[in-house]
C-alpha cells in the first residue's frame, strides 16, 4: 500500500490476504475503484458504498476512494473493500490527482466507478492512467436541468458508460451531452437494508401513528409542504406524529423548517431527530414513510421504506411514480 501521508490515507480495515490490495494484481479478479467526493450522508454516497460492499469477491477486487473526505457512512464499509482517502483540496488537487494515478497503476485496477461530482476527479485520473471510467449520474435536481451541460459534455466525451438512476438522466445524457445511447443505462439503486428485525421502540409518538420522513434538510426536500400536510392531518388525527431524520448541510434551510414547525402550530407533533445510524430500526417502528420533494432522481429513502414494509406518500418526481407502480403500490 502507498505509505499514508497528510494528503492520503489508505485504509484495509484487517484484509484477509486473499482480499489484500496488493494481490489484485496478480489474481483473476478485476480491479474495481468506486471514486466519490466524501461518505456524507447522501444517497450517492450510500449507493457507491452499496455496490462497493456487494460486488461479488471472488471476481472482483473493489476500492473505495474519496477524493476529499470521510463521513459517517465510512462506518457501513465491508472489511474487505479498501478505502482510500485523498483529503483533495480546490477543484483539481494535483497532487491527490497524482497519488491517485500512481495507486491506480500500482494496484492494477481496471475501471474507475465515478459517482456523481466525482466524475471531473475520475475522468482525469482515468486519462492519466489510462484507465475506463463508468459515471454513475444520481442528480436529484434532474427537473431543474441547472446543471452546466456544457463541462459535463466536456467531462463525459468518450466516456465508457453512463449509469442513471432514473429515465430523465438517460435523456439528460444522451440530448444534452451528446453521450451515444448505446453507452447510456438507467438501473435503478438499490439497497442494503438491515433484515435484522430489531425495532427502535423509544421514539416520540405512539405505535401505529408514526408517520416518518428521511430526507436531508435542504431545498430540493420541500419539508415546508410536508409541514403544512401535518397541519391538515393534525386537525383530523391529532394523534399523528411526525419523525423527520436527515443531516442538515444547509443551516438556513433547518432554521426555517423549524420556524415553520412553531408558525403552523406543530410542535407537538413533529420531532427533528437529525441524522441516525439506527435508520432501519427506526423505520420498523413506523407506520408511513413519506417524501414531499420537488425533485428526485431515484430516492434511496422510498426504497427503504419498501423493505420496512411501511405504507407510502411521496411526490410525482423522478422515479417514484415507477417505484410505486404508478400509484397502485402507494
Known amino acids: ?35 466519490v467526493d466524501s461518505l456524507s450522508m447522501g444517497g450517492a454516497e450510500r449507493v457507491a458504498v452499496n455496490l462497493a460492499n456487494l460486488l461479488p469477491r471472488d471476481r472482483y477486487a473493489t476500492y473505495l476512494c474519496t477524493t476529499r473526505e470521510e463521513g459517517p457512512l465510512a462506518t457501513l464499509m465491508a472489511p474487505h473493500v479498501t478505502r482510500i482517502r485523498l483529503n483533495r483540496r ?36 482515468g486519462l492519466l ?4 471510467v463508468v459515471w454513475h449520474d444520481h442528480y436529484g435536481l434532474c427537473e431543474l436541468d441547472d446543471r452546466p451541460a456544457w463541462l459535463y459534455r466536456l467531462a463525459t466525451k468518450g466516456i ?15 440530448q444534452r451531452l451528446s453521450v451515444p445511447a448505446r453507452r447510456v ?9 438491515d433484515t435484522s428485525g430489531t425495532v427502535l421502540h423509544e421514539l416520540p409518538g405512539h405505535p401505529g401513528m408514526r408517520i416518518v420522513c428521511v430526507a436531508n434538510f435542504r431545498p430540493q426536500k420541500d419539508h ?15 394523534s399523528a406524529h411526525l419523525l423527520l431524520i ?20 406543530v410542535a407537538d407533533v413533529v420531532s427533528c431527530l437529525g441524522p441516525r445510524d439506527d435508520v432501519p430500526a427506526i423505520l420498523r417502528a413506523c407506520d408511513i414513510g413519506v417524501l414531499s420533494s420537488c425533485s428526485e432522481g431515484l430516492p434511496l429513502a422510498l426504497l427503504e421504506y419498501g423493505a420496512a414494509g411501511l405504507a407510502v406518500a411521496v411526490t410525482d418526481v423522478g422515479q417514484c411514480r415507477e417505484v410505486l407502480a404508478g400509484g397502485s403500490a402507494g
Request: hydrophobic residues 45%; contains cysteine; proline residues 7%.
Open 1 to 35: 500500500l502507498v505509505p499514508p501521508t497528510s494528503n492520503m490515507t489508505v485504509s484495509t480495515h484487517d484484509l484477509p490476504v486473499e482480499a489484500s490490495p496488493s494481490s489484485a494484481a496478480s489474481s483473476h479478479r478485476t480491479g474495481v475503484a468506486h471514486v
Open 90 to 125: 480546490g477543484r483539481i488537487g494535483v497532487t491527490a490527482l497524482r497519488r491517485f494515478v500512481v495507486f491506480i497503476r500500482e494496484h492494477d485496477i481496471r475501471v474507475l466507478h465515478a459517482h456523481g461530482t466525482a466524475l471531473f476527479f475520475a475522468r482525469l485520473a
Open 129 to 132: 492512467a489510462g484507465v475506463p
Open 160 to 174: 465508457a458508460a453512463v449509469i442513471a438512476v432514473n429515465e430523465s438522466l438517460v435523456k439528460w445524457s444522451c
Open 185 to 193: 443505462h438507467y438501473i435503478p439503486n438499490l439497497v442494503d437494508f
Open 224 to 238: 415546508h409542504t410536508l409541514l403544512s400536510a401535518m397541519a391538515i392531518v393534525r386537525q383530523h388525527t391529532p
Open 246 to 265: 436527515g443531516t442538515a448541510p444547509d443551516p438556513a434551510y433547518l432554521s426555517g423548517v423549524r420556524a415553520a414547525i412553531a408558525e403552523l402550530g
